[in-house]
């Protein structure tokens, strides 16, 4: 059986830093691509990252580029989202997601391109 766990979120001021943590289980970490989406209060989740099962690629949505950064650990089965110079719109629910993607195909950056997702954690940013 497949589990996801984040962890790591909260409250922080704007211009603060978290890290969250995705702990997977049940799957062959290393060949899977990973994502992190979010979803704030009234409005529909949105991607924000992801990197292929190796570690070698990583993509990002414009609005979090050159501020988050996606990396995973294959020998702890754990994937992460570093979060600097966070701001209030980055305020949402954070889920990991994952997926068997070839190395041959484009990581997904829509959420039905994953199979696995995790319960969420939340991050507040405050003003």
């Known amino acids: 059986q497949v589990q996801l766990v984040e962890s790591g979120g909260g409250l922080v001021q704007a211009g603060g830093s978290l890290r969250l943590s995705c702990a997977a289980s049940?799957?062959?970490?290393?060949?899977?691509?990973m994502a992190w989406f979010r979803q704030a209060r009234g409005k529909e989740r949105e991607f924000v990252a992801a990197?292929?099962?190796?570690?070698?690629?990583?993509y990002y949505s414009d609005s979090v580029k050159g501020r988050f950064t996606i990396s995973k650990d294959n020998a702890k089965n754990t994937e992460y989202l570093q979060m600097n110079f966070l701001a209030p719109e980055d305020t949402a629910a954070y889920y990991c997601a994952a997926a068997d993607i070839p190395s041959w195909r484009a990581v997904p950056t829509t959420q039905r391109g994953y199979t696995y997702w995790g319960q969420g954690t939340q991050v507040a940013v405050s003003s």
């Open positions: 049940g799957l062959t970490f290393g060949s899977y691509s």
């Open positions: 990197i292929r099962g190796s570690g070698g690629s990583t």
